[in-house]
């Protein structure tokens, strides 16, 4: 997972021209290491498949999927529920990419894809939605506390809140939080993702927790798709830099990430009312 400031799109605001060009730069590394991913986190097809079977939402619910990448989860709901409702996320690539899969697999659905900062997402009304969530994007709203608040903010009574956020398998060495640009406070633990739910009041139903395998695909795919990128645009005067970040990301991983980060999709429930 690119999960150094450096690396993190949303830690950059967008104001003056600048930042903008800093922020396209990152994007752009970001689509180039994505561009063999659907799913654009760590997460395996059959868990996100079991995500949204669990689900049972109404028809037409509403829901926002904040940070929505290729759309996949969003697709997916829209394809098994009928949803209405908002993709967000801040990539151009990713957005173009979304709406292609969302006209061929659901043409008819009721969905918008916003490009904007999805810390100024709001809904029509607080609690308004059926299913609110943020997947693999916790920095926007100022890490995964915050990213809660939010989210159950936005949600009705009973609806659904999901986050998907690292956590440390393992306290990580000073080597690996210096390789990758983290520090320990950015992550909790398992238990404390899931604890930070409880603490506002939402039921903690399931997690979705990723074996090394689906951390291998994740990882693995980057390293793919950068070396593929480098062999079809050699005169690209990016291609140093990709190469330099991804050899730094994949040592990274190698040495330390694989056994000390995790990853889980966290599936709240908020309370009915009298709950
Ligand atoms: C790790 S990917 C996760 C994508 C998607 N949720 C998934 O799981 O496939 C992070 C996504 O966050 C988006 N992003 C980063 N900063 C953002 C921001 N401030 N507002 C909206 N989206 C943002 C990126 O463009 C990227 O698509």
């Not at 969905?111 to 997947?135: V, Y």
């Amino acid at each position: 997972m690119l999960i150094n400031g450096e690396n993190r799109p949303g830690t950059a605001q967008i104001g003056g021209l600048q930042e903008v060009e800093a922020i396209m730069d990152i994007l752009k590394f970001y689509d180039i290491t994505h561009r063999e991913h659907v799913i654009c986190n760590p997460t395996n097809e059959e868990k996100l498949t079991r995500l949204v079977e669990l689900l049972r939402l109404p028809p037409r619910a509403q829901v926002v999927d904040i940070a929505c990448g290729k759309g996949e989860f969003l697709i997916r709901l829209a394809e098994a529920y009928d949803v209405r409702g908002t993709g967000v996320d801040l990539s151009p690539f990713h957005l173009a990419d979304a709406a292609k899969r969302l006209q061929a697999r659901a043409p008819r659905a009721a969905i918008a894809l916003q490009a904007m900062n999805g810390a100024d997402f709001k809904p029509a009304a607080p609690h308004s939605l059926e299913l609110a969530s943020c997947i693999g994007a916790s920095w926007i709203f100022g890490g995964h506390d915050q990213t809660l608040e939010a989210l159950n903010g936005m949600v009705r009574p009973g609806g659904w809140v999901i986050a998907g956020e690292p956590y440390w398998r393992q306290e990580p060495t000073a080597e690996y939080l210096a390789a990758c640009g983290c520090a320990r406070e950015d992550f909790g633990s398992h238990a404390t993702n899931a604890e930070a739910g409880e603490r506002r009041g939402m039921v903690l139903v399931h997690t979705f927790v990723s074996s090394r395998d689906d951390w291998d695909r994740y990882e693995g795919l980057q390293w793919y798709a950068a070396a593929a990128y480098a062999r079809a645009h050699p005169d690209d005067p990016d291609v140093p830099e990709l190469a330099e970040r991804m050899a730094k990301a994949k040592a990274a991983y190698l040495r330390w990430g694989r056994e000390a980060l995790g990853w889980a999709i966290y599936l709240f429930r908020t309370r009915a009312r009298g709950e």
